[in-house]
């Protein structure tokens, strides 16, 4: 019987939940909210707050990432995919990264910002480094990656033939 009552009230309740969820086609801004917001590839912030935008909600604003949350760390690593074949392009082609709301140059200036030595990328970065342009970011960020784990894997491989230590926070390693 107490069953019964509480799926006639969930019933009877239910409306009144999904009404709130049908937005109100007279509903007002809220003060100060009445200008549309600008796009972030127009709205010419620096790149650390691009990071903190695009980047920070996944992979953490110190780059450490969450293995629970499937992201891996680029903190002290990510520079690692400069070192193999296809890994710039990865770098680029990585969906967080080729379907974010940056325009090409402010994509171009993350990555570079990125992967500097004294920043995310730290004692990860090869010898010599080519930072990339907003060309080749917008050539590389058409292509769609269409199997991420497996072309992860794959770099991932590459880089342990090398001899590069994989402290990605990802496979069984800190």
Same mark, same amino acid.
């Given at each position: 019987?107490?069953?019964?009552?509480?799926?006639?009230?969930?019933? %009877?309740?239910?409306?009144?939940?999904? $009404?709130?969820?049908?937005?109100?086609?007279?509903?007002? *801004?809220?003060?100060?909210?009445?200008?549309?917001?600008?796009?972030?590839? +127009?709205?010419?912030?620096?790149?650390?707050?691009?990071?903190? %935008? +695009?980047?920070?909600?996944?992979?953490?604003?110190?780059?450490?990432?969450?293995?629970?949350?499937?992201? /891996?760390?680029?903190?002290?690593?990510?520079?690692?995919?400069?070192?193999?074949?296809?890994?710039?392009?990865?770098?680029?082609?990585?969906?967080?990264?080729? +379907?974010?709301?940056?325009?090409? $140059?402010?994509? $171009?200036?993350?990555?570079?910002?990125?992967?500097?030595?004294?920043?995310?990328?730290?004692?990860?970065?090869?010898? *010599?480094?080519? /930072?990339?342009?907003?060309?080749?970011?917008?050539?590389?960020?058409?292509?769609?990656?269409?199997?991420? /784990?497996?072309?992860?894997?794959?770099?991932?491989?590459?880089?342990?033939?090398?001899?590069?230590?994989?402290?990605?926070?990802?496979?069984?390693? /800190?």
């Amino acid at each position: 019987m107490r069953a019964l009552i509480i799926a006639l009230a969930s019933a %009877l309740l239910a409306p009144l939940a999904l $009404a709130r969820a049908i937005p109100d086609p007279n509903q007002k *801004h809220a003060p100060g909210n009445e200008a549309p917001q600008t796009p972030i590839a +127009q709205a010419g912030y620096s790149t650390p707050v691009n990071y903190q %935008l +695009q980047c920070a909600g996944c992979h953490l604003g110190d780059g450490t990432g969450s293995k629970v949350n499937d992201t /891996p760390k680029m903190k002290d690593f990510v520079g690692n995919f400069l070192k193999v074949e296809g890994g710039r392009e990865f770098l680029v082609r990585v969906p967080g990264m080729s +379907q974010s709301a940056l325009n090409d $140059a402010q994509l $171009a200036d993350l990555l570079n910002w990125l992967l500097r030595e004294d920043g995310m990328a730290g004692k990860s970065m090869p010898a *010599h480094y080519q /930072p990339y342009s907003a060309d080749e970011v917008a050539r590389l960020r058409k292509v769609s990656m269409l199997n991420l /784990p497996d072309t992860r894997a794959h770099l991932i491989e590459q880089m342990r033939a090398l001899g590069i230590a994989i402290e990605d926070g990802m496979n069984g390693t /800190p």
